[in-house]
T-cell receptor, first 114, second 112 residues
Framework: DADVTQTPRNRITKTGKRIMLECSQTKGHDRMYWYRQDPGLGLRLIYYSFDVKDINKGEISDGYSVSRQAQAKFSLSLESAIPNQTALYFC?????????????FGPGTRLTVL | DQQVKQNSPSLSVQEGRISILNCDYTNSMFDYFLWYKKYPAEGPTFLISISSIKDKNEDGRFTVFLNKSAKHLSLHIVPSQPGDSAVYFCAASEVDTDKLIFGTGTRLQVFP
């Protein structure tokens, strides 16, 4: 079984709709992240959470919100989707212990906003 | 402002030869660098990393070189294999922060 899972894997929605992307992990990591990937722009950080009570904005948080329901679950919401939020979204986890941080990624969710 | 740059969007190499992927950065506070590999329809997977106190780290066919004065790192794959065909992302983290800054990626194609 995959350590980091994302649902759904693919989603097509319309402008103005609310959508939630979910991430679950079985690695027991405290830290979780949401990224989006766009062609030519690499991966950009949307939000991150270091524990259940900690939520932080990344470099492109506008138009997104997150919820850390438990150590293992981190959801990303688009309150009112717009076409330029069409992208590949990745969840990641890490187990930072005071040293260099390595992140482990889920398989991604391809979101299309029409 | 792109702090981590991969100026070559694609690279094509013959099987058995060396693949060299390059990455430049602008932030002198970066102290840790990583390479990730991504296949289609999968998430990025960690490949190899290097701390700023080193100039080389090797793991099997993969070697990462760091030139701090030039703010440049490179990933060498020797020998290249068709299964190495993927997108490679360079990433960096800054001292006392816990976030990774990713480059734009280089698509490597290894042909027979």
């Amino acid at each position: 079984d995959a350590d980091v899972t994302q649902t759904p894997r693919n989603r097509i929605t319309k402008t103005g709709k609310r959508i939630m992307l979910e991430c679950s992990q079985t690695k027991g990591h405290d830290r979780m992240y949401w990224y989006r990937q766009d062609p030519g722009l690499g991966l950009r950080l949307i939000y991150y959470s270091f524990d259940v009570k900690d939520i932080n904005k990344g470099e492109i948080s506008d138009g997104y919100s997150v919820s850390r329901q438990a150590q293992a679950k981190f959801s990303l919401s688009l309150e009112s989707a717009i076409p330029n939020q069409t992208a590949l979204y990745f969840c990641a986890t890490s187990d930072y212990q005071g040293g260099p941080d390595t992140q482990y990624f889920g398989p991604g969710t391809r979101l299309t906003v029409l | 402002d792109q702090q981590v740059k991969q100026n070559s969007p694609s690279l094509s190499v013959q099987e058995g030869r060396i693949s060299i992927l390059n990455c430049d950065y602008t932030n002198s506070m970066f102290d840790y660098f990583l390479w990730y590999k991504k296949y289609p329809a999968e998430g990025p997977t960690f490949l190899i990393s290097i701390s700023s106190i080193k100039d080389k780290n090797e793991d099997g066919r993969f070697t990462v070189f760091l030139n701090k004065s030039a703010k440049h790192l490179s990933l060498h794959i020797v020998p290249s294999q068709p299964g190495d065909s993927a997108v490679y992302f360079c990433a960096a983290s800054e001292v006392d922060t816990d976030k990774l800054i990713f480059g734009t990626g280089t698509r490597l194609q290894v042909f027979p």
